[in-house]
């Protein structure tokens, strides 16, 4: 199967967590919607076209390193008068993060994503409008789909598993161990303001890969050594 692989990096970047308001918890990776917003973005594309690459496109994450997480607070005008008129809001923020990113469609989709990879026809950034991201290693690679225990992207949760986390990185670098989290994988677009659907629990990580209780279909990057989830 034809899948692009590239790495994202960012110097500090923020995946806003919905249902967080003055404190604005961040996943430990960008997620798929983030993810196609960018691609939709540099590939010189409009909203409505965003909605149509969440069908065509599956994503798989992996995340190399997170150098730490940190908090940051941001003053803000509101319209009540109380506290001179002024707010905090307190957002956590990933500090050096480092992301490879598999994509995979149909073959002319594909075309599209790897031309808009290696020359962007906007800025590319993810996260807050702010936070710039490099695209680097650009790649067209081949890939199979096996079963196997072992995953070392963001993978999907499902009900009866479990699993172990494994050390996967360099020395002395800061470990995120495995987490729960639930994302959206789509949106209902028909009506304002548009409201996400299809919500899944996801099991995120940093510096380590997970042997699972049972073997999932995953796709396999063998340069890489890595067992890849594709959503």
């Avoid at 790495?7 to 249902?19: A, D, H, V």
């Avoid at 065509?56 to 607070?73: A, E, M, R, Y």
């Avoid at 172990?164 to 994302?183: A, D, L, S, Y």
């Avoid at 996400?196 to 999932?216: D, I, R």
Wanted: aromatic share 10%; with cysteine; charged share 25%.
């Amino acid at each position: 199967m034809r899948v692009i692989r590239f790495t994202l990096e960012g110097s500090m970047n923020s995946f806003r967590i919905p249902q967080t308001s003055a404190y604005q918890l961040t996943y430990l990776a960008p997620t798929k919607t983030q993810i196609v917003g960018m691609l939709t973005s540099i590939m010189g594309k409009n909203e409505k076209n965003y909605y149509e690459l969440l069908k065509k496109l599956n994503i798989g994450i992996v995340p190399k390193q997170v150098d730490s997480l940190f908090t940051d607070d941001w003053t803000f005008r509101k319209w009540k008068t109380a506290g001179s008129g002024r707010d905090i809001l307190r957002r956590e923020k990933l500090y050096k993060p480092i992301y490879i990113i598999y994509v995979s469609a149909e073959d002319i989709l594909i075309d599209d994503v790897l031309n808009s990879l290696k020359t962007p026809q906007r800025i590319p950034s993810i996260g807050l409008d702010d936070e710039l991201t490099l695209i680097k290693d650009v790649k067209e690679i081949s890939m199979e789909i096996k079963e196997s225990n072992s995953v070392h992207s963001v993978f999907q949760f499902e009900e009866g598993m479990s699993f172990e986390p494994k050390f996967h990185g360099t020395p002395n670098m800061q470990i995120f161990p495995p987490r729960i989290v639930t994302i959206n994988l789509e949106f209902d677009n028909n009506v304002i303001p548009r409201k996400p659907k299809n919500h899944v629990q996801l099991v995120e990580f940093v510096g380590v890969y997970c042997e699972l209780n049972s073997k999932k279909a995953l796709y396999i990057d063998q340069e890489k050594n890595c067992n890849v989830d594709m959503l």
